[in-house]
């Protein structure tokens, strides 16, 4: 059953979290990344249809420095609320609860991956070159991605970017990505915008988020 928990980070701040158990036999561990709006009933359902493909799923709330329990709405305040805290939230204080979580999950056995939206796509990125023993790597339309496609990964990675993203430049990332990381795959949806895999309705593609949680999955089951 789901149910929020509490980790502490490496700075002693006690952080909540979205937890589920695996729903099958448990094969392993993953890290939902949230998007900027927090750990909203988008990222709950996410958290949800990993335990169901048998990963136990934790989602940490990156935001609870600055405000406790943060969701906001997919509207312009919502938006810009959200990207006030993500602006905010010093990138390693996030990477580094991103490892409280990857030692949580290890405790319970099997390699842990990491898969993120937007800000967490972004953040996925990064955490598959800057933190230690993550399995595999899925990142999804994250706007860091591509002024950081230099570093080099420590795990697999896969690049998930909708081709009609307004805000993020897929044939420009792809190409970044390919100079620097060439082993590194980076799938382009034809049809698809920012969000895709995000269930509202003005932003979900279904196609596209079923294709890429297809080779997400296939990535983790691998590593």
Not at 86 to 110: E, N, V, W
Not at 148 to 174: F, M, Q, S, W, Y
Not at 189 to 198: I, L, P, Q, T, V
């Amino acid at each position: 059953m789901a149910e929020t928990i509490t980790l502490t980070g490496a700075d002693g701040f006690e952080f909540s979290a979205y937890h589920e158990p695996a729903f099958t036999p448990h094969k392993g561990g993953v890290i939902v990344l949230q998007e900027i709006f927090g750990i909203d009933r988008h990222v709950r359902a996410d958290v949800e249809r990993w335990a169901k493909m048998g990963y136990e799923a934790i989602a940490p709330s990156l935001f609870d420095r600055r405000e406790r329990n943060f969701t906001a709405a997919h509207d312009p305040e919502g938006l810009q609320a959200g990207l006030a805290h993500a602006r905010a939230t010093p990138l390693d204080q996030a990477l580094s609860d991103i490892a409280a979580c990857r030692d949580f999950l290890g405790k319970h056995g099997g390699k842990v991956h990491v898969v993120g939206y937007c800000y967490g796509g972004s953040l996925a990125w990064l955490a598959a070159a800057k933190v230690e023993g993550l399995a595999a790597c899925s990142s999804y339309y994250g706007s860091l991605v591509q002024a950081n496609a230099g570093l080099k990964p420590l795990c697999p990675v896969i690049v998930h970017l909708g081709r009609t993203d307004p805000g993020i430049p897929a044939d420009e990332v792809a190409a970044a990505l390919a100079a620097e990381n060439p082993d590194v795959p980076v799938y382009i949806y034809e049809g698809a915008g920012h969000g895709f895999n995000n269930e509202s309705p003005e932003r979900y593609n279904a196609e596209a988020a079923d294709l890429a949680r297809h080779r997400t999955l296939e990535l983790f089951d691998k590593a």
